[in-house]
């Protein structure tokens, strides 16, 4: 009974559920009742299902189940593994549920004995303030009008609130929810981008005619529409050709004695699995050492650059080097390691970790670089896929990252 009562919710359970309501019983806050998710569920069953299980799972996320093990006077401590510093994944999965040990093993850990501390989950500073506890009642206020959509929230619930409401008959009703659902079902991306310029132009066309001007030509709609988005199209691919020159930076060498260390991390959700990528060089461009591993799953990329970040760095303790100039290309992550106010967030562990490596090895300076600066460290990062134990090299080629090395070594000359 226990595992039935703890198990995932599935998307049969939802249908069942759907089907068992009265058909005809009082409608919930979207003004359709039962009947109309039962008669079109081939259409929208899938809209539907993916709603109720994402706040099924909001809600399971909110509730700790019972430990499988319960035990006295238990600690966070005991569910450490002391020895790497890392969450002790035998115990964990052992005796908690497996949403529970999924969302516990997330929570990332000081490589330092610290003392708890607390902050507030939903800022990036892990402090309260007055403008934190308005987004957080907003977020919670979309929510609540999530729940009342039933065709996804890709249009908004808004959107489809305001659709249910209107005072006309519920045919026409469900003709414009079927028809948007059809535009994205049935048109692909080319067509949908030439049907809104149709629409644009025609609204264009009734406001110019509502101000005094002159209708023209209705035949001429299609081909207006084409030679409009083929002259956006134009223009936007020139402007991104320029960007694209403008972005590029390459790589270049640390000035005098000291080194140049490049930090990367590559997330990969389908093994559920992270990679890092490390590279230090003198200032000719040598490379002095190179690293690839492999890290736990994450929450987000801001996650994954810190805990590349404070690989790196202890990487570079290990090996002996000083005087560092350290390099990653996630701007979020160089200026939460800038300030101080980033101690106290849900990553404030591992900052702090990082300013104490730091401070140890003697860095002279965090820069936050352009991806195209950082292509070594990235393909290092990358090649973390293919392997099950760290690989280090000493002085000598990297094959992972040997194109990105040669580029490299082509804007220093």
Same mark, same amino acid.
């Given at each position: 009974?226990?595992?039935?009562?703890?198990?995932?919710?599935?998307?049969?359970?939802?249908?069942?559920?759907?089907?068992?309501?009265?058909?005809?019983?009082?409608?919930?806050?979207?003004?359709?009742?039962?009947?109309?998710?039962?008669?079109?569920?081939?259409?929208?069953?899938?809209?539907?299902?993916?709603?109720?299980?994402?706040?099924?799972?909001?809600?399971?996320?909110?509730?700790?189940?019972?430990?499988?093990?319960?035990?006295?006077?238990?600690?966070?401590?005991?569910?450490?593994?002391?020895?790497?510093?890392?969450?002790?994944?035998?115990?964990?999965?052992?005796?908690?549920?497996?949403?529970?040990?999924?969302?516990?093993?997330?929570?990332?850990?000081?490589?330092?004995?610290?003392?708890?501390?607390?902050?507030?989950?939903?800022?990036?500073?892990?402090?309260?303030?007055?403008?934190?506890?308005?987004?957080?009642?907003?977020?919670?206020?979309?929510?609540?009008?999530?729940?009342?959509?039933? *065709?996804?929230?890709?249009?908004?619930?808004?959107?489809?609130?305001?659709?249910?409401?209107?005072?006309?008959?519920?045919?026409?009703?469900?003709?414009?929810?079927?028809?948007?659902?059809?535009?994205?079902?049935?048109?692909?991306?080319?067509?949908?981008?030439?049907?809104?310029?149709?629409?644009?132009?025609?609204?264009?066309?009734?406001?110019?005619?509502?101000?005094?001007?002159?209708?023209?030509?209705?035949?001429?709609?299609?081909?207006?529409?084409?030679?409009?988005?083929?002259?956006?199209?134009?223009?936007?691919?020139?402007?991104?050709?320029?960007?694209?020159?403008?972005?590029?930076?390459?790589?270049?060498?640390?000035?005098?004695?000291?080194?140049?260390?490049?930090?990367?991390?590559?997330?990969?959700?389908?093994?559920?699995?992270?990679?890092?990528?490390?590279?230090?060089?003198?200032?000719?461009?040598?490379?002095?050492?190179?690293?690839?591993?492999?890290?736990?799953?994450? *929450?987000? *990329?801001?996650?994954?650059?810190?805990?590349?970040?404070?690989?790196?760095?202890?990487?570079?303790?290990?090996?002996?080097?000083?005087?560092?100039?350290?390099?990653?290309?996630?701007?979020?992550?160089?200026?939460?390691?800038?300030?101080?106010?980033?101690?106290?967030?849900?990553?404030?562990?591992?900052?702090?970790?990082?300013?104490?490596?730091?401070?140890?090895?003697?860095?002279?300076?965090?820069?936050?670089?352009?991806?195209?600066?950082?292509?070594?460290?990235?393909?290092?990062?990358?090649?973390?896929?293919?392997?099950?134990?760290?690989?280090?090299?000493?002085?000598?080629?990297?094959?992972?990252?040997?194109?990105?090395?040669?580029?490299?070594?082509?804007?220093?000359?």
């Amino acid at each position: 009974m226990q595992n039935i009562l703890s198990s995932d919710y599935s998307v049969k359970e939802v249908q069942v559920v759907l089907f068992q309501m009265g058909s005809m019983k009082a409608p919930g806050s979207d003004g359709m009742n039962a009947l109309f998710y039962q008669k079109y569920w081939h259409i929208a069953g899938n809209d539907v299902t993916a709603v109720v299980l994402d706040f099924l799972i909001l809600i399971t996320n909110w509730i700790l189940h019972p430990p499988m093990e319960e035990e006295c006077e238990w600690q966070v401590s005991d569910l450490i593994d002391w020895r790497t510093n890392c969450w002790d994944l035998e115990i964990v999965q052992n005796k908690f549920q497996r949403v529970d040990a999924d969302a516990i093993l997330r929570i990332p850990l000081s490589h330092r004995q610290v003392l708890d501390e607390i902050f507030l989950l939903h800022t990036k500073s892990g402090e309260y303030s007055v403008k934190s506890s308005y987004h957080i009642a907003r977020l919670i206020s979309r929510q609540e009008e999530n729940k009342a959509g039933g *065709s996804g929230e890709e249009f908004g619930s808004f959107v489809w609130s305001k659709l249910w409401k209107l005072h006309m008959p519920n045919k026409i009703k469900v003709f414009e929810w079927r028809l948007v659902d059809l535009l994205q079902r049935c048109l692909d991306d080319e067509e949908l981008e030439l049907f809104w310029v149709q629409c644009w132009l025609i609204w264009n066309q009734r406001n110019t005619t509502v101000h005094g001007g002159i209708i023209q030509d209705p035949s001429r709609l299609n081909q207006q529409a084409k030679d409009l988005l083929e002259e956006f199209r134009v223009a936007h691919q020139h402007l991104m050709v320029t960007d694209m020159a403008a972005s590029v930076q390459s790589w270049r060498p640390p000035s005098g004695d000291s080194y140049k260390l490049n930090f990367n991390a590559a997330v990969f959700e389908d093994i559920g699995s992270l990679g890092f990528g490390v590279i230090i060089r003198n200032y000719r461009g040598e490379v002095m050492v190179a690293l690839s591993a492999k890290g736990p799953v994450v *929450s987000d *990329s801001e996650e994954a650059e810190a805990l590349a970040c404070r690989r790196a760095l202890e990487f570079a303790v290990d090996a002996g080097f000083e005087e560092l100039v350290m390099e990653g290309d996630n701007a979020m992550v160089i200026k939460s390691i800038s300030s101080l106010r980033a101690l106290r967030s849900r990553l404030g562990n591992v900052y702090a970790n990082i300013h104490c490596l730091a401070a140890g090895s003697r860095c002279l300076s965090f820069g936050c670089v352009k991806h195209t600066a950082n292509i070594v460290a990235h393909s290092l990062a990358r090649f973390a896929r293919l392997i099950d134990e760290d690989i280090i090299w000493m002085e000598e080629s990297l094959p992972p990252a040997i194109d990105a090395l040669y580029l490299d070594s082509i804007s220093l000359n």
